[in-house]
């Protein structure tokens, strides 16, 4: 135990990821021949089906639950409550915070935030039954994803409808929600996201510079960003 959190340890894959709820050892090896271990925390309420795949030093608290071949980065934490569908795909240091439900086939790339209660979709068009009145089943329909690219943050209840992009960096406001994709580094808020401006990597709203037409500055890092037709990119420093 390591404090009052479970740790579980993993034996590495040759990609070096580690394998869900995996033995120490192979049968007929010796764990003294294995010179490192994969570790990573499960509470033991938490839900992690044996062929999800866990990076090194993530955590999965209370009450989560991860499906069928889920794989999840380095140094992510899901919270107490949140759901990872089935195969649903998450990069390295990936933060889902409580109840935050990723459906499948989701994608987070590395460094995504996901607010509490967030709801990550999968039917565009959901109905319990047919036309016919019979229970829809899971072959019924067809699944589709939500992409949420490299440092996006998704603020508290805001639910992104499938199937939508959310570009790098963008900030999606608390309870907004995203029907449309939306631009690297784009603030969206509201019911349905429209967006009122731009957020840099520290997730501070920009500033245009007055003197530079086009140009917004972080007032955090001081960092700037050139906009064309729409477009927001990071300027070479």
């Given amino acids: 135990m390591d404090g009052q959190r479970d740790l579980t340890f993993a034996f590495p894959r040759p990609d070096g990821r580690a394998v869900g709820r995996a033995p120490l050892c192979f049968p007929g090896e010796s764990a003294l021949r ?75 790339g590395d460094g995504v935030f996901v607010g509490p209660a967030v709801v990550l979709t999968n039917d565009h068009n959901p109905r319990s039954v047919d036309p016919d009145g019979k229970q829809k089943r899971g072959g019924d329909w067809e699944a589709v994803g939500v992409k949420v690219a490299e440092g996006a943050s998704l603020g508290a209840r805001s639910v992104c409808v499938a199937p939508v992009r959310v570009g790098r960096w963008a900030m999606i406001a608390a309870g907004a929600v995203v029907t449309k994709d939306v631009p690297d580094f784009a603030l969206v808020v509201g019911v349905p996201a429209r967006q009122i401006g731009w957020v840099g990597r520290s997730g501070v709203r920009l500033v245009a510079r007055e003197d530079q037409p086009g140009v917004w500055e972080c007032p955090q890092s001081g960092s700037l960003y050139e906009e064309t037709d729409g477009i927001l990119v990071e300027r070479a420093a």
């Fill in 34 to 108: 294995k010179a490192y271990v994969v570790n990573y925390r499960v509470q033991p309420t938490a839900q992690v089906d044996e062929t999800a795949e866990i990076g090194a030093g993530s955590s999965v608290w209370e009450l989560a639950q991860i499906r069928e071949g889920a794989r999840l980065g380095e140094g992510c934490v899901v919270g107490r409550g949140a759901y990872v569908g089935t195969g649903v795909r998450i990069g390295d240091n990936v933060k889902l915070q409580n109840y935050a439900l990723v459906y499948e086939p989701a994608e987070l």
